[in-house]
Nanobody, 126 residues
Framework: QVQVVESGGGLVQAGGSLRLSCTASGFAFGDYAMGWFRQAPGKEREAVSCMNYNGRTYYTDSVKGRFTISRDNAKNTLYLQMNKLKPEDTAMYYC????????????????????WGQGTQVTVSS
């Protein structure tokens, strides 16, 4: 069965860093785009960063220069390095796998992603 599990969230002061991890199983990880999405209370879910099967990346404007997405296909793991965190980064962060293998274009639409983790909370104070 497909399983996607996030970890690494926590409480950090503004300006600090966190590294999120997402481990996946039950599918050919290396053939699928993966994405990090976040949702804060009262706000819409948004794509934070996505990476397709051959390394193409997307970052939402608010995190460019601060966050870095990476993947280790040998470990079936996706990462999100988050630096210079801001209070507005506070949200539940979700990892998700694209529903289509080897998609030509990197999708940042959450509806394209079929398998989601349970989320990991990131809280940035001050």
């Amino acid at each position: 069965q497909v399983q996607v599990v996030e970890s690494g969230g926590g409480l950090v002061q503004a300006g600090g860093s966190l590294r999120l991890s997402c481990t996946a199983s039950g599918f050919a990880f290396g053939d699928y785009a993966m994405g990090w999405f976040r949702q804060a209370p009262g706000k819409e879910r948004e794509a934070v960063s996505c990476m397709n099967y051959n390394g193409r990346t997307y970052y939402t404007d608010s995190v460019k220069g601060r966050f870095t997405i990476s993947r280790d296909n040998a470990k079936n793991t996706l990462y999100l390095q988050m630096n210079k965190l801001k209070p507005e980064d506070t949200a539940m962060y979700y990892c998700a796998a694209d529903g289509r293998a080897r998609r030509w274009l990197l999708s940042v639409d959450s509806e394209s992603y079929d398998h989601w983790g349970q989320g990991t909370q990131v809280t940035v104070s001050s």
